[in-house]
């Protein structure tokens, strides 16, 4: 057996994760075999791992393993710990803060077939025969030029943010007709978004998104 210090471990076992060929997902051997393969003390190769783990290096699982990276995410249990935490307002001012600019990168990066989808999806919108169906077509609008700024962790923080607006949105009181009127406010600013961004126009798109979701604040402070 090799030399079995602490540090001593901690190096075969970095020497280890450098040359390894994991499968996917970084997952490592068994403790035992992974004590075994580098010929160290099971308790000198726990504590190294520790250390690792501490550094962001690995991740430990219960039931599951130790994996390579950091920790990912629980998407699900903090999505439901940040709607605990905050309400529609705070929702409305983290979109006015965060998708103007995803509307600028879709100005900068949007293909020429997801400007003919976001137009599609804003005609969709001012057609639908009830709101749900608006909903859902406003929705899909507004993803669609995430998926058109060509940035993929972009899209995931506004999927995060979109799945927490679902889950605390208030709701609605309609005294209005069963689909939204021909005058709706959203129709003529989800035009300005949408020819912005067909334009090429950085500026022009942020600016049209960040008075469109204004006007939804407002309109939603007036429902109150």
């Given at each position: 057996?090799?030399?079995?210090?602490?540090?001593?471990?901690?190096?075969?076992?970095?020497?280890?994760?450098?040359?390894?060929?994991?499968?996917?997902?970084?997952?490592?051997?068994?403790?035992?075999?992974?004590?075994?393969?580098?010929?160290?003390?099971?308790?000198?190769?726990?504590?190294a791992l520790a250390t690792l783990q501490a550094e962001g290096v690995v991740w430990r699982h219960v039931?599951?393993?130790?994996?390579?990276?950091?920790?990912?995410?629980?998407?699900?249990?903090?999505?439901?710990?940040?709607?605990?935490?905050?309400?529609?307002?705070?929702?409305?001012?983290?979109?006015?803060?965060?998708?103007?600019?995803?509307?600028?990168?879709?100005?900068?990066?949007?293909?020429?077939?997801?400007?003919?989808?976001?137009?599609?999806?804003?005609?969709?919108?001012?057609?639908?025969?009830?709101?749900?169906?608006?909903e859902q077509w406003d929705n899909r609008l507004h993803r669609l030029i995430g998926e058109s700024s060509?940035?993929?962790?972009?899209?995931?923080?506004?999927?995060?943010?979109?799945?927490?607006?679902?889950?605390?949105?208030?709701?609605?009181?309609?005294?209005?007709?069963?689909?939204?009127?021909?005058?709706?406010?959203?129709?003529?600013?989800?035009?300005?978004?949408?020819?912005?961004?067909?334009?090429?126009?950085?500026?022009?798109?942020?600016?049209?998104?960040?008075?469109?979701?204004?006007?939804?604040?407002?309109?939603?402070?007036?429902?109150?």
């Open positions: 057996m090799i030399e079995n210090t602490d540090s001593a471990v901690l190096s075969r076992l970095r020497d280890f994760l450098a040359t390894a060929q994991l499968p996917d997902g970084g997952r490592l051997p068994p403790e035992r075999d992974l004590a075994e393969a580098l010929d160290v003390g099971r308790g000198a190769l726990r504590k039931g599951k393993g130790t994996f390579t990276g950091e920790r990912p995410i629980d998407t699900v249990a903090d999505i439901n710990a940040m709607v605990q935490r905050t309400n529609p307002l705070e929702v409305m001012g983290a979109r006015i803060a965060f998708e103007p600019e995803v509307a600028r990168c879709a100005a900068l990066n949007a293909t020429p077939s997801q400007i003919t989808e976001l137009r599609s999806a804003m005609m969709k919108a001012q057609q639908a025969p009830t709101w749900r169906l608006y060509q940035n993929s962790l972009l899209l995931g923080l506004l999927d995060t943010l979109n799945a927490v607006r679902r889950a605390v949105t208030w709701g609605r009181l309609r005294d209005t007709p069963v689909r939204p009127p021909p005058d709706h406010h959203s129709f003529e600013e989800h035009a300005r978004i949408v020819e912005a961004i067909a334009n090429r126009d950085g500026a022009g798109a942020a600016d049209a998104m960040r008075r469109h979701l204004r006007s939804v604040e407002g309109h939603m402070r007036d429902m109150r």
